[in-house]
């Protein structure tokens, strides 16, 4: 479900796992959904400075 999408990729993000987002991204998952505090995955992807993840992030849509 979606709301188990969000929350891994959520997780991911902050935790810099790159490999997770991208699966995440190429299974579907929503790029904008926003997490129970309404932060983003490229929200915390920024917090973290993941260069990587923004990048990856933007690249399938994301938006600030």
């Known amino acids: 479900p979606e709301e188990v999408h969000r929350a ?5 993000a ?10 995440l991204l ?3 998952a929503a790029v904008n959904a926003k997490d129970a505090k309404g932060r983003s995955a ?3 992807a920024k917090e973290k400075k993941s260069a990587a993840i923004i990048d990856l992030l933007k690249q399938a849509g994301a938006k600030e």
């Open 8 to 12: 891994i990729r959520v997780r991911a």
């Open 26 to 28: 190429a299974k579907g």
């Open 14 to 23: 902050q935790n810099g796992r790159t490999d997770m987002v991208s699966l």
């Open 42 to 44: 490229l929200a915390y």
